[in-house]
């Protein structure tokens, strides 16, 4: 499960990720979890990084990804 930790624009995190083939699992506090098919569940979570700091607003939030 590949976990996104932040407090702004969770809803557009939510729909860009969607798009990009991750799964929306569950929101708990500031952390979105995420389900995605792929074994190297690391190199997803550093994927999903880069796709939200590719979005135009996505340079500006301060967020961190992981894996549970």
């Known amino acids: 499960m590949i976990i996104v ?9 939510k729909a860009l990720l969607e798009t990009e083939g991750f799964k929306f699992v569950k929101k708990q ?4 979890f995420f389900e995605t ?6 190199a997803e979570a550093n994927r999903a990084k880069a796709i939200i700091k590719g979005s135009e607003w996505g340079q500006g939030l301060f967020f961190s990804t992981g894996v549970a």
């Open 5 to 13: 930790n932040i407090a702004l624009k969770q809803e557009d995190i």
């Open 29 to 32: 506090g500031l952390k979105l």
């Open 37 to 42: 098919d792929a074994e190297d569940k690391a």
